[in-house]
């Protein structure tokens, strides 16, 4: 690590300056870091990681994200799976149109389960951002200036690929919303249900495994996007272990029983606990990752002696509302999107997190550490319960 730490000083530079040179910075970086890995240790820790997130491999189990560093985080480097091959599926057979529904982390989530039966059907699919709130850049060429493209790798075709028009013109397009997903629990890919993709070499994988790796496959955010990310995290927390608590209100609070999850007493008795026996009564940094920043100072009066970090000591929000996307230009988007792709690698990297299961981010997070458990709190699972039994996820 000391020997990349000068170039990650330089990409944090290039990073408020020029995004295409950051993210070319990034690939320099991390080939770096991997080459004195290969160098100080004779095996590559990358492969590990590779075999320990792939369902093909019997090695199952995901490393605990306990304080990584940029080199070693997987959120913050680059791939070390290949992206999807979404264009061996048989463009002769019915084609899927995925509607970008709801929120990032929402509409992330149904896209993913689309794209898992698609892949397990062997059908082409393309995402459809015509009506959706995420996209107030452009709602016809979607695939090269909508809201996917603007963070994240392109995945399946383009809407106005001649092969996908051509499955237009001869009506083999489908809808595959979200009801079909979600609703059907075969779709939903359950903790205990097994499914098998033949043309990736997945062969009867838990539901919560397929889900985990498939999502590292699918979900790329580009790589100024990321660096950008990870270099306000880790100016935040440092190397150390921290604990992260994500605190969602916004249009949430038309939600049912959710009013003790609002106030912040649970959050923080929940954090004494953890502290206790975790981190061996000694508090770390805990980094706040929220939708409305006024839970920052209500935090700090409840624990005056603990150290919180968060973004929003740089960038006051007051609760995430969906429909106020489409009042927003270029600026709001990334500026909010920044900001929350730093508290999601925040949640993933960090050692314990504490957080609510009636938000999607919660989902995502939980899919992002790997799709297990381990160190992680959902405030709001019913009691006797198991969180599996509990969640549905």
């Not at 106030?263 to 000694?282: C, G, L, P, Q, T």
């Amino acid at each position: 690590m000391k020997e990349i730490l000068p170039a990650i000083s330089v990409c944090r530079m290039w990073v408020r300056i020029i995004p295409f040179v950051a993210g070319l910075c990034l690939i320099f970086v991390t080939y770096n870091a991997k080459t004195n890995n290969l160098r100080s240790n004779g095996t590559n820790s990358r492969v590990t990681r590779k075999l320990l997130f792939d369902p093909r491999s019997t090695e199952t189990k995901p490393m605990s994200p306990q304080g990584e560093t940029l080199s070693e985080n997987f959120w913050c480097s680059e791939p070390d799976l290949p992206p999807l091959p979404f264009e061996t599926c048989n463009i002769d057979d019915i084609v899927y149109r995925v509607p970008l529904y709801g929120g990032m982390t929402n509409a992330v989530k149904l896209v993913l389960l689309a794209v898992i039966k698609a892949f397990e059907e062997n059908r082409c699919f393309f995402i459809d951002e015509s009506l959706s709130h995420l996209n107030n850049f452009d709602k016809v060429h979607f695939y090269e200036n909508g809201f996917y493209s603007r963070y994240f790798e392109k995945i399946g075709f383009s809407n106005e690929d001649p092969r996908v028009q051509k499955a237009i013109s001869e009506n083999r397009i489908r809808d595959l919303t979200w009801q079909e997903v979600w609703s059907h629990n075969r779709y939903r890919r359950m903790h205990d249900q097994l499914s098998s993709i033949p043309s990736l070499g997945y062969e009867n994988i838990l539901g919560h495994e397929l889900k985990a790796i498939m999502l590292r496959r699918m979900w790329r955010p580009l790589p100024a996007v990321r660096l950008a990310a990870c270099t306000r995290m880790y100016d935040l927390v440092g190397h150390n272990p921290f604990l992260a608590i994500n605190i969602r209100r916004g249009d949430k609070d038309t939600e049912q029983n959710i009013d003790e999850f609002l106030s912040m007493e649970s959050y923080a008795v929940a954090a004494d606990e953890v502290i206790r026996e975790k981190f061996h009564n000694v508090p770390p940094t805990l980094f706040v990752a929220s939708d409305d920043c006024t839970v920052l100072p209500e935090l700090r009066s409840q624990r005056p002696t603990w150290h919180f970090v968060s973004e929003c000591d740089k960038i006051q929000s007051k609760g995430f509302v969906l429909l106020d996307m489409q009042n927003w230009g270029p600026e709001e988007y990334d500026e909010h999107y920044h900001k929350f792709f730093t508290e999601l690698f925040a949640m993933y990297t960090a050692s314990y997190w504490i957080g609510v299961a009636y938000t999607n981010v919660s989902w995502f997070v939980y899919f992002m550490r790997g799709g297990k458990m381990e160190n992680f709190q959902l405030l709001d699972k019913p009691k006797g319960e198991s969180y599996t039994e509990a969640l549905g996820w």
